[in-house]
């Protein structure tokens, strides 16, 4: 791929690689102080991404928290929060998902030929279906969002959306959040799964800052040469 958005990931992580435990509560993971921190991220991105799987457990909003930084987005020409992503295998949506349901901007939700007709029929009225091909692939995603003229496109998660832009060779920059205790549960989702990942002990990803934010620490990695250091 020639054009394609530069894609940052942002993950936040228990010391032995857990994004979640094996309960239906959602596990906090950073503090206020990151959870600034990944807003202003945000607030630099045209799209974030999750998965369809974040949709159904986080029931995220995805939306631009400080008022400040919407309004300076706003006097750039930019709507106040960034396009919202998701991509679903089964096309099993919940229209009234806080994904479409708050916030007045775009979102778009990627699925395989074969499930497009369902999730129209789910979320087509509050959303913007897209045919990603059979299967859909992260290839045929940051593809399509470039054609939209997203330039910046940050991945939320989950674990499946990250192992899938990261073994395409797809990251640009990865923000990793490692928060100071342990989950212990092999039943709960972990970072990624296993994968051919373009980063291995012969080809090193290069730390460019590691930050200690409260109790919890920052390391980010340039994944690709257009990673600023």
Known sequence: MTTRPYVLLS?????????????????????????????????????????AATVRRDDPRLLIRSERRRAERVARGLPPSPVKVTVTGSGDLDP???????????????????VVDKAREQVGAVSTVVDAGDPATAEAVAADLAGRGVTRLMVEGGGSMHRQFLTAGLADELHLVVAPFFVGDRR???FVGDGRFPW?????????????IGDVVLTRYALSDRCPA
């Open 11 to 51: 993950c936040a992580m228990s010391i032995d690689g857990y994004i979640d435990d094996a309960t239906t509560d959602r596990l906090l993971l950073s503090n206020d102080d990151d959870l600034d921190r990944v807003d202003a991220t945000r607030a630099g991105c045209d799209a974030i991404l999750v998965g």
């Open 96 to 114: 009234g998902a806080r994904f479409f349901t708050m916030g007045d901007g775009l979102k778009l939700v990627y699925c395989p030929s074969g």
């Open 188 to 190: 709960a989702p972990r």
């Open 200 to 212: 291995h002990p012969g080809r090193r990803a290069r730390v460019v800052e590691v930050r200690q």
